[in-house]
């Protein structure tokens, strides 16, 4: 008999399925299956797109994956296909991809032979990915590298050239011309079982970077002295050619070192423009920078950051934020030193100088001395004789003709002066760091100005007698501070209230201007002649189109209505529109919840001005609540819209007893944390259990009429 199948055992392969599906999409991989028996290569809808084929007309098979090749990559690419057929193992390659467009797309593909009891392979497996923007992040640092006097190459885990910059290129040519995709033993094969085979071999091995020097016979005729070090995308080659120096044993040694010092430069500017890249908190990162220079370029850092606004007396404030020492020991003397030497100086110190200057400022000996003369008596003068400084260099951190910080580097009596390499280098990291710094101030800056100005148009609700209106607007938590999404809440001269909820497209401050223009239109809209939510839409689309705004949003317009007999009985009309917003959602006194949503889905604005627009109608009890939000309160990047939505009306379900400000704060809370990744922009409205009429000295409330649609509109009733 059969062994029964554990229920829960395929509840987790259907798991495992689906998690490797999810990260699938999210790192948009696709996937191909080669039938070697029939030829036919089956891919995924992805990987389709990827070469930019229609899946009706692809006809699958290996000469169809060819035409979309490139030339110069097809007989490497079919070679490594061959290869992994002919011994049923492993294919990887990167290769290059011609759309009919013109444009060139970089695919890494990795795939495995599948093979019958017998050996002969039967089908490969595999999975592909677009690496066009690494590919172009990879250019950006192979231009810095063909600037360098080194020269430098690097291999991948098969031993094939990845990458040859022209010095390097220039000193092998007597081999071969473009070494790119070519193995290193077959092109050079007089490496094997020579100090090349036996030193590279060792790096990639241990994982430690070897140098060492080696010669390599006629044509090259040679000796090198090489620097190799492994990464986990193969090996990197630094070499230089020592032949007429081979004798001269110490410049040899000198040229390794530059070589290393050189390298060390390069990873530490790389690093640096990693910290600094991508955020915002760059007072965070700038003063971090004195762990990254230290030792690299000097035994020990300081970092200061100048305060954006000047002190009463005209004198710009100045802080230090962070400090590094190579040796650990003197790691609590130099956080003793930052913590109290500004207090110390003197407005004629080397520090303000260069401040004031914006120029660097280089002490090459006796710099202990230089700096006791403008410190004032104390500790830390005791401090500074600890640390005993030889030279020392102030470099002001620059952007726009400004200075926002300083970086001092100093360096003891062993290490000496700063070399030339050591201050263009430290002269980059400064003009990184002032660029990073100002940045974020026009960042602070631009994102204070805009949330004023979103703050500034999204005014206080009206609280009407027969209901309670609450409104809310987060921004977003990340660099796009605001954006176009609105709310607004209003009475029409006929005591309706109206609720409108939108989203300009786009995140940034021209978007909060526009949404500030559509705003005030649709409040002029509305407000004159008391038109339906649908001839509010209608109007704003048109005179969008006549003022030539050239904007695209979405908006929904609710109206609360409700005349003598209708109160009455304690039944509230509601009147709405929607131009391609989110539906607002409905939560019944007994804890149903729907959505105000029409039959059809209408246009949203700035599409057409002359698409037709209808009203919708629903009958509410009193106790009803109507939440109408934009897409940031239920939109994430980890799910869909309707996983947002069907949460959000489950948070409704659950939390609809509260009253309803505690209930959007709520929402609010549990749905984004505080901390959404878009705009957040809801209003909501609760029809009131029993009628609130208004003080007496704010007269009788004026009930309004029905107001009949324009012929142009039809209207749909929905009731609820």
């Known amino acids: ?26 790192a948009g991989i696709g996937t191909f299956d080669w039938n070697l028996v029939t030829g036919e290569l089956d891919w995924d809808d992805r990987l389709v797109e990827m070469f930019d084929y229609d899946p009706a007309t692809f006809n699958r098979t290996i000469e169809g994956f060819n035409v979309r090749l490139h030339p110069g990559d097809l007989d490497r690419v079919t070679h490594a296909l061959s290869t992994a057929i002919a011994t049923c193992g492993d294919f990887q390659a990167i290769y290059r991809v011609c759309l009919p467009n013109g444009e060139l797309r970089w695919i890494s593909a990795r795939g495995r032979t599948l093979c019958d009891p017998a050996g002969t392979a ?4 595999g999975a592909a990915s677009d690496v066009t923007s690494q590919h172009e992040a990879d250019q950006s640092v192979a231009r810095v590298l063909e600037a360098m006097p080194a020269a430098f190459y690097s291999l991948d885990p098969d031993w094939a050239f990845t990458y ?5 290129q220039r000193l092998l040519q007597p081999i071969s011309g473009d070494l790119v995709g070519k193995n290193i033993w077959e092109v050079f094969p007089d490496t094997i079982g020579s100090p090349f085979e036996t030193y590279y071999r060792q790096a990639m091995d241990t994982g430690e970077h070897v140098t060492f020097e080696a010669y390599y016979p006629p044509p090259l005729d040679g000796w090198y002295e090489l620097l190799a070090w492994p990464n986990p995308d193969g090996l990197a080659v630094y070499f230089t050619d020592i032949t007429t120096r081979r004798q001269e044993i110490e410049r040899a040694t000198a040229e390794a070192a530059r070589a290393a010092q050189a390298a060390a430069r390069l990873a530490l500017l790389a690093a640096v423009t990693d910290q600094l890249t991508g955020t915002m908190q760059a007072e965070t990162a700038v003063a971090r920078l004195a762990r990254l220079v230290v030792p690299t370029l000097a035994d020990w850092c300081v970092v200061t950051l100048v305060d954006d606004e000047d002190t009463a007396g005209g004198r710009r404030t100045i802080r230090d934020v962070g400090w590094w020492h190579a040796e650990q020991a003197m790691l609590p003397v130099v956080q003793a030193y930052a913590r109290d030497r500004i207090p110390a100086i003197r407005d004629d110190s080397f520090l303000l100088r260069a401040l004031q200057s914006g120029k660097q400022t280089l002490v090459e000996g006796d710099a202990t001395a230089h700096l006791r003369d403008f410190l004032q008596p104390g500790s830390v003068r005791e401090l500074l004789e600890q640390l005993a400084p030889e030279s020392f260099v102030v470099l002001p951190l620059r952007a726009r003709e400004r200075t926002v910080g300083l970086l001092t580097l100093f360096n003891g009596a062993a290490r000496g002066s700063f070399s030339p390499a050591d201050l263009t280098t430290a002269g980059e990291v400064a003009a990184r760091a002032g660029q990073a710094l100002d940045n974020a101030r026009l960042y602070r800056q631009q994102r204070l100005l805009a949330e004023e100005l979103q703050h500034s148009l999204l005014t206080a609700p009206p609280q009407p007698d027969h209901a309670e209106v609450a409104v809310r607007y987060l921004p977003a938590a990340e660099a796009a501070a605001v954006g176009g999404d609105w709310y607004d809440a209003f009475l029409q001269t006929t005591g309706d209230t109206v609720l409108v909820i939108g989203d300009v497209a786009g995140h940034d ?22 038109p339906t939510p649908a001839q509010v839409l209608t109007r704003l689309d048109a005179s969008m189109d006549l003022l030539d705004m050239h904007t695209l949003a979405t908006a929904a317009v609710a109206r609360f209505e409700q005349d003598l007999d209708e109160r009455r009985r304690g039944v509230t009309r509601v009147r709405w529109s929607n131009a391609g917003h989110l539906p607002p959602l409905v939560l019944q006194p007994d804890g149903t919840i729907s959505e105000l949503a029409s039959p059809r889905a209408e246009l949203m604005l700035g599409v057409n001005p002359d698409t037709p627009r209808s009203d919708a109608v629903i009958s509410l009890d009193r106790g009803a609540t109507v939440l109408l939000y934009t897409d940031g309160l239920v939109e994430r990047r980890d799910a869909d819209l309707d996983t947002g939505i069907d949460q959000l009306k489950q948070l409704l379900r659950d939390l609809g007893h509260l009253p309803l400000q505690q209930l959007c704060d709520q929402l609010i809370d549990r749905l984004v944390s505080g ?19 208004r003080p007496a000295e704010a007269g009788p409330q004026r009930l309004p009429d029905p107001i009949p649609d324009e012929p142009h509109h039809p209207e749909t009733s929905v009731h609820g």
């Open 509 to 530: 401050i021209s978007a909060a201007a526009t949404m500030g223009q559509l705003r005030g239109l649709l409040r002029g809209v509305a407000t004159t002649g008391d």
């Open 164 to 168: 040859v910059n022209a010095h390097a």
């Open 122 to 125: 039967v089908r490969l497996l």
């Open 1 to 26: 008999m059969d062994e029964p199948v554990d229920p829960l055992s395929l509840e987790v392969a259907e798991a495992d399925r689906l998690r490797a599906e999810l990260a699938m999409d999210a």
């Open 675 to 693: 901390r959404p990744d878009d705009d957040v922009a809801l209003v909501a409205v609760r029809l009131h259990r029993q009628d609130r009429p």
